[in-house]
């Protein structure tokens, strides 16, 4: 079965820290993709990564950075925290080219503080 | 810009019945996904629907789409505790970059 890892569960940051939110797959996939998740808004996505050293602006980047140095490896970065970046964030990844199904990671429920 | 519309959000429905929510997009598109997300829990994908006319079924859910009237509908038959979740349905405009909707969260009443 396909895995998509995210480090944490849950994180607690304070208003202007630096944090990584990591994400790890084990199929070899191409593509991954960062979404956050809100009530109301459903999944909205935030920078996504066709291949390592890779990375595209999705629909809602600012505020946000990523790195992808391994295929296996997206990290997601804010770089200043902020109270509206208070969220739940989803790592998913998926093969390229098949347009086939994302598998999810479980998510990180980041409050800022 | 694509939108991904679904109603109802919210939906409350007693074990035994049949409803249906729906899933409109703006845009063209051939391929349609249902994702199931249990409280607390990642997604899960339930059906990818590649095809104006396709029809997916299993156990008490069928997915339908239709990509001339841009519309995909999740239907429910005799409900059952079990099935309580956040359904969302998400587009793939051909960029490999889906887009979801705002899901709909269906909680089961015995």
């Known amino acids: 079965d396909v895995k998509v890892t995210q480090s944490s569960r849950y994180l607690v940051k304070r208003t202007g820290e630096k944090v990584f939110l990591e994400c790890v797959q084990d199929?070899?996939?191409?593509?991954m993709f960062w979404y956050r998740q809100d009530p109301g808004l459903g999944l909205r996505l935030i920078y996504f990564?066709?291949?390592?050293?890779?990375?595209e602006k999705g629909d809602i980047p600012e505020g946000y950075s990523v790195s992808r140095e391994k295929k296996e490896r997206f990290s997601l970065i804010l770089e200043s925290a902020s109270t509206n970046q208070t969220s739940m964030y989803l790592c998913?990844?998926?093969?390229?080219?098949?347009?086939?199904?994302?598998?999810f990671g479980s998510g990180t429920q980041l409050s800022v503080l | 810009e694509l939108k991904v519309e679904q109603n109802p959000l919210f939906l409350s429905m007693q074990e035994g019945k049949n409803y249906t929510i729906y899933c409109n997009y703006s845009?063209?598109?051939?391929?349609l996904y249902w994702y199931r997300q249990d409280p607390g829990k990642s997604l899960e994908s339930l059906f990818v629907?590649?095809?104006?006319?396709a029809v997916k079924q299993e156990g008490r859910l069928m997915a339908s789409l239709d990509t001339k009237a841009r519309l995909s509908t999740l239907h429910i038959t005799a409900a059952v505790h079990d099935l309580s979740a956040t359904y969302f349905c998400?587009?793939?405009?051909?960029?490999?970059?889906?887009?979801f909707g705002t899901g709909t969260r269906l909680t089961i009443i015995p």
């Open positions: 629907l590649l095809s104006n006319g």
């Open positions: 998400a587009v793939d405009p051909l960029n490999e970059k889906l887009t």
């Open positions: 998913a990844s998926s093969f390229p080219g098949t347009r086939e199904k994302l598998f």
């Open positions: 845009t063209t598109s051939d391929r």
């Open positions: 199929m070899d996939h191409e593509n």
């Open positions: 990564s066709y291949d390592v050293k890779m990375k």
